[in-house]
């Protein structure tokens, strides 16, 4: 091991952590990639065990790229090791030495290439073409991306630019609304669905445009250096939103668990620590809202059955499942768990060609839950999992905010 | 007239006909060695190497599995020396020199991490040009280095430290070392023996002309016959040198050890002040070991530890790491230094750690019989040398002396470790190769190649494979699952047994040789006592919830205690 990576290594959180596993392999029980794959090893193996043992060569375990992120592992860990972050920072150290893959490039960087496309007029259409034109010639295939899929496409305007278009209540209540790459360029709907809702209980919504992406494609992919300058550019505007005393919200999980989170257990700095403190999911909001009695209740009646399906990285957040209890409230609107794991997407995961069998396998249980539950609009905070729900389980999902916007 | 025709006429005579067997030609045959040494420690091991090189027949008895005492329950630092650059220039100097020979010829079980000096703001600073003169007057290369480099090399260094300086500490395992040594020893028709404890010297007309040995696990009595007979015991050269009736002053001295969960430092760290308790952090492959004490005890099998001592320990450790108590800690477990008394000498860290070799022929009359004691785990070689020469003389053999040359064992070759790669879990290979050596590497990577399903780790703390635990437990050598396990360390990770407890008492079963072997619940069970034993004196904080968890395992769903009776 390298004595730099040895110092890096030693000053991240997740680091001290794996000293607390007691190697009771809960975590191994509770991994989805590992039901679905011999080939991976597991987290506790490749996590906390290998961990102490990498004094004693310079070696890799290649099975760590089998890893999702997907963080059911540090869920299930009575001794609160952080095993996925501690994979993260393994799979960082491989890429130090390592080249990077195309696909991965492309993976992790969604924010560049969008930059670049919204710089082109039409440049969406075009880009949504091409995609479709490089899933037809198969040249995602030859790159390592699931030809089955298909990549998200890009919405016609993206958020911050539909954004300027809404007018606003000026309130003294803010707060600014953090967008994160999905929302802002794939699905700005639920953006827009924010504004209102957060409009609707008297606050004003403002945005950052100096925020950049979360960091959690790079992260994934081994780009940690690039993951700690997002993280020093986002954790420098939260707090300064804090000195306003104005709260950022998200509506992406994954994007809210690496501000919140994330960040402090790769990185380790106070300044992040106390950024998370400033960071809410927006249901989260809504939940204290609510429990402060503040919360708009004033709903139309919607009658509509919902299948809910709660995102791992909502889950890592700990603060339950307010959206079913927000939405529950709403006249004619019925909310049933789908209580099926680990849709088996994780971010850029799932895209991955020679993950994407895992991927759908993990995803089984949801379809099926999905297929018999026969609800009218099945719901998940979570982007990347409502591309996944709409893959595998043939239905057209929903985040739950935008329910939650008809019903005023 | 032979040894051996001796001891027929003095045991007919003594109408005292013990195990021996007649042989074909009606003589009786009886086992024999020229040169006997009692003690499978660094000391003994050192010195069966040392007379088979130099072609003597020598026969190693031991008690116990082989380092039963000091030499494994040790804290396993090869000194540099600087640890004596002040008090005792000439262990350091001894120290130094050793410390460069067992780099060379232990590659495999000595790992060069370096050693590191560090001098705390509550330490007197006028002891530091003291050891900085010391050292340069041992020939001990002790390098400055600014607080930067200090806390870069170990970062978690407390910041109280005020000045750093970079030693050639290493660390040595003595399991490790010890198997070496042997195996060196029988390419040259040396011969050892465990679990055989000697329990009476036998003499006649102030010669020695054998021992008597019983076999610790089945109580059978043998006689060995021999024309010199070397006490190697360590803590316990008193009580042997007492079986043949003479006195040797060996103040059994108790050093307790706390093993922590992971490398908390990368180097050797020692205070840098004057000697003392709980001073040195020593990495030792996936763990750290901090220690140690010193107290006078009675018998040396006492190697209990207790609460108060691990709580003495983790006071001052936390001074060079302040965070330490956030560390697991694994086991606490002690032995004996066998410190020598010369007739009216001071006791305890004051009494020599320096060696000595009694010629019971010159000094008692008892011909043949010698004692060696004292020293240093670093110095064994040269203690061996030392008495080696002597007893050669005695039996005029001419060879000199190789131990400093030749390498303990031959190592695997770097390409086949490359080769052998692919069959071993990641982080597994080298240290596999370094446990195995050669021949029996290149078994278990067949057996690995062949069979895939021997790739599944029996101890997935410390990265062992079913088929290197296969590979150890069929060797005549392993009467009990501890013998497997001090030769693979499994158990000795995180879970200390949690999960290959269970495990390895089922392959022990298949593959054992003894018949021991197939008593399963009988060895799981005293493999899991053994790990108590070091847990009980760290029960607390996650080490509690580790044995909780063991226990609810163990005696609740396998019920491994069977209730109680109707
Ligand atoms: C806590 C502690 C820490 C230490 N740290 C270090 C260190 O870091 N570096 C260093 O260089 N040195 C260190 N030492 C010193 C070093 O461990 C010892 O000097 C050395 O191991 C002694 O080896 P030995 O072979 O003489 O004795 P032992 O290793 O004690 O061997 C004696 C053997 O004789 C066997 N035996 C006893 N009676 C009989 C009998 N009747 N029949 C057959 N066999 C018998 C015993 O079972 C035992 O295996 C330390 C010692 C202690 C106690
Ligand atoms: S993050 Fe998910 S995929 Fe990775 S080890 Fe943990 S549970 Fe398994
Ligand atoms: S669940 Fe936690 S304590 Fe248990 S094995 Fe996994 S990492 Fe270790």
Redesign the pocket.
Known sequence: MSETMNALQKKAEAMLTADHCLSCTSCMSSCPVMEASKEYRGPKLVGPAHNRMRFSQEDVEESLDFCSNCKSCDRACPSGVEVSTLNMLHRAEYYRTHPHSQRDDMLAHGERMAKRVRMLPFGATFANLGMKIGKCFGIFGSMGIAGERDMPAYASSSFLSMFKGISQKPSEKKVVFYPGCFINENDPEVGVAFVKVMQKNGYEVLVDEKFNCCGSPLVVTGYLDEALEHAHNNVARILEWKKKGIPVVACCTSCSLMLKKEYGELFDEEEMKEAATNVYDAFEFLAMLEEEGKLNTEFKSLSQSLLYHVPCHLKSQGFGTPAARILGKIPGVKVELADAGCCGMSGNYGFKQDKYEISMKIGEELFGRIKTANADKVISDCGTCRLQIQHGGHVEPCHPIEILEKAY | MSVCYKLFVYFKEHKYYGKQKLSGKGEWMMEKATVVV???????VGILRDLAMRGVDVLL????D??????????????SGGRYAVKDQEAARECIIENQILRKIGKSCVEATGGMFVRLDIDDPDYEPQWVKGCADSGIKAEPITLEQAFRLEPLLSKHVVSAYLVPDAA?D?FRMSWQNVESAKRYGGRFKTY????DVLQQNGEIQGVT?RNTITGEIEEIACDILVN?????AG??AA?AGLEVGVQP?????LAFNQRITSHVVNRLHKSSDGD?F?PHGSITIL??SSMSIPD?EDTSTSREEVENLLSIGEKTFENLRDYRMLRAF?????LYMPPGGASGRGASRGFAIVDHGKDDGLKGMMT?????????RLMAEKISNQICEKLNVKEPCRTAEEPLVPEVAENDKKEARKYFPAYGTDLAATRLGPERFSRVVEDLKSHPEKRELVCECENVTLAEVEEIAKELSSFQINDIRRRTRIGMGTCQANFCALRSAAVFAKCGRDKGAKDSLGQMKQFLQGRWKGIRPVLVGRTLREIEMTRALYELSFHVDGGKKA
Do not use: M, Q
């Open positions: 009692i003690g499978g420690g660094a000391t003994g008895v031991e008690k116990c082989l380092v039963n005492g000091a030499s494994s329950r040790y804290h396993g630092l090869l000194h040595i003595g055989r404890e000697v329990v040995v190697a015991a360590g803590g316990w009580k042997v079986l001295d108790k050093g307790t050890l040195i020593v220690g140690t040396p002690a032995g004996s230094r066998p060696i004691v004292g020293g240093k785990f670093t110095t064994y």
